[in-house]
C-alpha cells in the first residue's frame, strides 16, 4: 500500500472519528478592541514635533502640506474655518484643528478612509432646544436620527456619514442663538433665522479650546422579475429549498441551448426529450478537478463501499450516507466521484457526479454537514463572474460582501440585507451604501443604509413584498466615491411560501 492510500485513508478515519464524537465543538470567540478614540483626539501631547508651519493672521495657522487637498476639497477656509492649531503626529496619527474640526490622517487605516475628521461631537454633546423634526415632512433617517431636508444636502455633500459622521441629535431650535441646530459625530449644522445658508458649528475651536487661543445613484434599466416555471418551481419543491440553496439566476439558456436555474448548490435544466422533465445537472463530473480514480474498499468501519465497476469504487462515510438518504440518495447527488478529501484544515469534503458534500468541524449544529455552493463556481466558470465591481476612483481595494438573512421569505414576510465592506482587508466605518430593490412590476426602489459599524457592517429591513410564489427579488447594493461613481454587488432571493 503506497503514501498516497495511507493518507487517504487516514482522512477518512479522522472524518469518520470527528463526525461521531466531536458533535459539540465550540468555536472560538473574537473580541472586538475598543479604542478610546476621544481620549486620543482630544489630547495635546506638548512632545509632539510640529510639522513646519509658520503663523499667519493672529490665532490662526499655515493648513499643512498634508491637509491641503483635503482641506479645499471640503471648502477650506469658506466651510471649515481657518486652520486654529499647528499640526502634530501622534501614535502615528498626523491631527490639525481648524475651526470648524479635527482634521485627521492615519497612513494605516485603509487607504481611502486615511484622511477624516475626529468625532468631536461625541466629546462636545448636543444643546436642546425645540425638537423640529415632524415640521420637516422631506429628509432622511440616518442612525435612527431624522436629517432634515434643510441640513440633508450639505450632510450629502460633505461625504455624508463618512465625514460628517453619524447624527447624534434631532435637529433643534436654539431660542438664546435664533438658530436651527443639528449635531453630528464630526461636524456640526446651523441655519440663522431669515437666512437660508447652513454653516458649520465651531467644533474645533471649542475642542481645542486653549490649546488654540494664541450624489445620487446612477439609475439602472428596469428590468422585470422572472417567476420560475411550474415545471422548476416543482422540481424546487420536491427536492426542498434548504437542500437546493438560494436561486443564483433566473431561467435561462444554458451554453447546450437547454433551460436551466442555477442554485447555490446545484443547477436544474430541462430534459433534452420531454419539455416538462427537469434533471440535476452533473456539475461536480464537469468541471473535472473533484474527480478522482475509483479503488478497491479499505474495508473501513462506519462506511459504506459503493461499487463502480469490477470491485472498484469509492468509500463513503455514513454521516454522508446518512444526508444522501434524507435527499433522495444517489438518484439525487449521482454516484460519488471522488474519495474523501480536505482542501482545507477541518473542512472534508466528498463529490458525486451533481454536487459534492462538505464536513465543516468548524462550523456548528445544520451548518457543519450541507452541500458544497458550486452553484457559485458554475456561473463563474459558464455565465461570467457573479459579482460585477465597477470602477472607481477612491476604492481600490473594496471588498463588499452582500447577503440577506433569510434565503427565502413569503409575500408576507420582511427580508434583511446585510452588507459588510472592506478595504485592504480593513472595515469600513461610516460609509452608506444604497440599497436598490428592482420590484415586480420592474420599477425599483432605493433606500440607504445606516453608516457601517466599526467591523464595516450594516444592514436594512425591507417590507414584505406581494409576489406570486417563484418570483426572484433582485437587488443591488451600490457604494460611491468621491466622483460619484459606484461599486455595486448585486443578488437575489426567492418568494417562497412552502405552504
Given at each position: 500500500?503506497?503514501?498516497?492510500?495511507?493518507?487517504?485513508?487516514?482522512?477518512?478515519?479522522?472524518?469518520?472519528?470527528?463526525?461521531?464524537?466531536?458533535?459539540?465543538?465550540?468555536?472560538?470567540?473574537?473580541?472586538?478592541?475598543?479604542?478610546?478614540?476621544?481620549?486620543?483626539?482630544?489630547?495635546?501631547?506638548?512632545?509632539?514635533?510640529?510639522?513646519?508651519?509658520?503663523?499667519?493672521?493672529?490665532?490662526?495657522?499655515?493648513?499643512?502640506?498634508?491637509?491641503?487637498?483635503?482641506?479645499?476639497?471640503?471648502?477650506?477656509?469658506?466651510?471649515?474655518?481657518?486652520?486654529?492649531?499647528?499640526?502634530?503626529?501622534?501614535?502615528?496619527?498626523?491631527?490639525?484643528?481648524?475651526?470648524?474640526?479635527?482634521?485627521?490622517?492615519?497612513?494605516?487605516?485603509?487607504?481611502?478612509?486615511?484622511?477624516?475628521?475626529?468625532?468631536?461631537?461625541?466629546?462636545?454633546?448636543?444643546?436642546?432646544?425645540?425638537?423640529?423634526?415632524?415640521?420637516?415632512?422631506?429628509?432622511?433617517?440616518?442612525?435612527?436620527?431624522?436629517?432634515?431636508?434643510?441640513?440633508?444636502?450639505?450632510?450629502?455633500?460633505?461625504?455624508?456619514?463618512?465625514?460628517?459622521?453619524?447624527?447624534?441629535?434631532?435637529?433643534?431650535?436654539?431660542?438664546?442663538?435664533?438658530?436651527?441646530?443639528?449635531?453630528?459625530?464630526?461636524?456640526?449644522?446651523?441655519?440663522?433665522?431669515?437666512?437660508?445658508?447652513?454653516?458649520?458649528?465651531?467644533?474645533?475651536?471649542?475642542?481645542?479650546?486653549?490649546?488654540?487661543?494664541?450624489?445620487?445613484?446612477?439609475?439602472?434599466?428596469?428590468?422585470?422579475?422572472?417567476?420560475?416555471?411550474?415545471?422548476?418551481?416543482?422540481?424546487?419543491?420536491?427536492?426542498?429549498?434548504?437542500f437546493v440553496g438560494k436561486p443564483l439566476t433566473g431561467v435561462h439558456y444554458a451554453l447546450d441551448v437547454r433551460q436551466e436555474v442555477i442554485f447555490e448548490n446545484i443547477v436544474l435544466v430541462a430534459g433534452d426529450d420531454h419539455a416538462e422533465e427537469v434533471n440535476i445537472r452533473p456539475i461536480a463530473v464537469e468541471f473535472g478537478e473533484h474527480a478522482q480514480h475509483p479503488e478497491e474498499s479499505h474495508d473501513l468501519p462506519l462506511s459504506v463501499f459503493y461499487e463502480i465497476e469490477d470491485g472498484i469504487g469509492y468509500d463513503v462515510p455514513l454521516y454522508f450516507v446518512?444526508?444522501?438518504?434524507?435527499?433522495?440518495?444517489?438518484?439525487?447527488?449521482?454516484?460519488?466521484?471522488?474519495?474523501?478529501?480536505?482542501?482545507?484544515?477541518?473542512?472534508?469534503?466528498?463529490?458525486?457526479?451533481?454536487?459534492?458534500?462538505?464536513?465543516?468541524?468548524?462550523?456548528?449544529?445544520?451548518?457543519r454537514l450541507r452541500p458544497v455552493p458550486l452553484g457559485f463556481e458554475y456561473k463563474d466558470k459558464q455565465n461570467g463572474r457573479v459579482v460585477d465591481f465597477q470602477s472607481g476612483q477612491t476604492l481600490e481595494k473594496l471588498d463588499m460582501k452582500v447577503w440577506e438573512r433569510y434565503p427565502y421569505v413569503?409575500?408576507?414576510?420582511?427580508?434583511?440585507?446585510?452588507?459588510?465592506?472592506?478595504?485592504?482587508?480593513?472595515?469600513?466605518?461610516?460609509?452608506?451604501?444604497?440599497?436598490?430593490?428592482?420590484?415586480?412590476?420592474?420599477?425599483?426602489?432605493?433606500?440607504?443604509?445606516?453608516?457601517?459599524?466599526?467591523?464595516?457592517?450594516?444592514?436594512?429591513?425591507?417590507?414584505?413584498?406581494?409576489?406570486?410564489?417563484?418570483?426572484?427579488?433582485?437587488?443591488?447594493?451600490?457604494?460611491?466615491?468621491?466622483?460619484?461613481?459606484?461599486?455595486?454587488?448585486?443578488?437575489?432571493?426567492?418568494?417562497?411560501?412552502?405552504?
Open positions: 500500500m503506497g503514501q498516497k492510500d495511507l493518507s487517504r485513508i487516514s482522512f477518512l478515519f479522522l472524518l469518520i472519528l470527528l463526525a461521531f464524537s466531536l458533535g459539540g465543538c465550540n468555536l472560538g470567540e473574537f473580541s472586538e478592541i475598543n479604542n478610546d478614540w476621544s481620549k486620543k483626539i482630544l489630547s495635546w501631547d506638548k512632545k509632539q514635533q510640529p510639522h513646519n508651519s509658520r503663523q499667519t493672521n493672529p490665532g490662526t495657522y499655515p493648513v499643512d502640506l498634508i491637509f491641503i487637498d483635503f482641506y479645499e476639497y471640503f471648502g477650506g477656509e469658506t466651510v471649515l474655518g481657518p486652520a486654529i492649531s499647528i499640526a502634530t503626529t501622534s501614535e502615528g496619527q498626523t491631527k490639525q484643528y481648524t475651526e470648524s474640526g479635527l482634521m485627521i490622517f492615519d497612513p494605516t487605516a485603509p487607504e481611502s478612509s486615511r484622511f477624516t475628521f475626529a468625532p468631536l461631537g461625541l466629546e462636545l454633546g448636543a444643546s436642546e432646544g425645540d425638537l423640529l423634526g415632524k415640521a420637516y415632512t422631506t429628509g432622511r433617517i440616518v442612525n435612527d436620527y431624522f436629517v432634515i431636508s434643510i441640513f440633508l444636502e450639505k450632510y450629502e455633500s460633505l461625504g455624508g456619514a463618512r465625514f460628517v459622521g453619524k447624527p447624534i441629535s434631532e435637529a433643534y431650535y436654539n431660542t438664546e442663538k435664533g438658530r436651527i441646530e443639528q449635531y453630528f459625530e464630526n461636524l456640526g449644522f446651523y441655519q440663522l433665522d431669515g437666512d437660508s445658508t447652513v454653516h458649520l458649528m465651531p467644533y474645533g475651536a471649542y475642542a481645542c479650546d486653549r490649546n488654540c487661543r494664541d450624489q445620487e445613484p446612477i439609475a439602472g434599466i428596469p428590468v422585470l422579475q422572472s417567476v420560475l416555471p411550474d415545471k422548476f418551481i416543482q422540481k424546487t419543491l420536491e427536492l426542498g429549498l434548504p446518512e444526508f444522501l438518504n434524507a435527499n433522495g440518495g444517489t438518484k439525487i447527488a449521482g454516484d460519488p466521484i471522488s474519495h474523501v478529501f480536505s482542501p482545507e484544515p477541518s473542512v472534508y469534503w466528498q463529490c458525486f457526479t451533481n454536487l459534492c458534500l462538505q464536513f465543516n468541524l468548524n462550523m456548528e449544529g445544520n451548518e413569503s409575500s408576507n414576510n420582511s427580508q434583511e440585507i446585510n452588507v459588510a465592506l472592506y478595504e485592504d482587508g480593513k472595515p469600513l466605518n461610516n460609509f452608506e451604501p444604497v440599497l436598490v430593490v428592482t420590484m415586480p412590476d420592474g420599477s425599483q426602489r432605493k433606500a440607504y443604509f445606516d453608516p457601517s459599524d466599526k467591523t464595516g457592517r450594516s444592514a436594512i429591513g425591507l417590507a414584505p413584498i406581494d409576489a406570486p410564489n417563484g418570483t426572484l427579488i433582485a437587488y443591488k447594493v451600490c457604494l460611491f466615491g468621491f466622483e460619484g461613481e459606484p461599486r455595486c454587488v448585486g443578488d437575489n432571493y426567492l418568494i417562497w411560501d412552502s405552504n
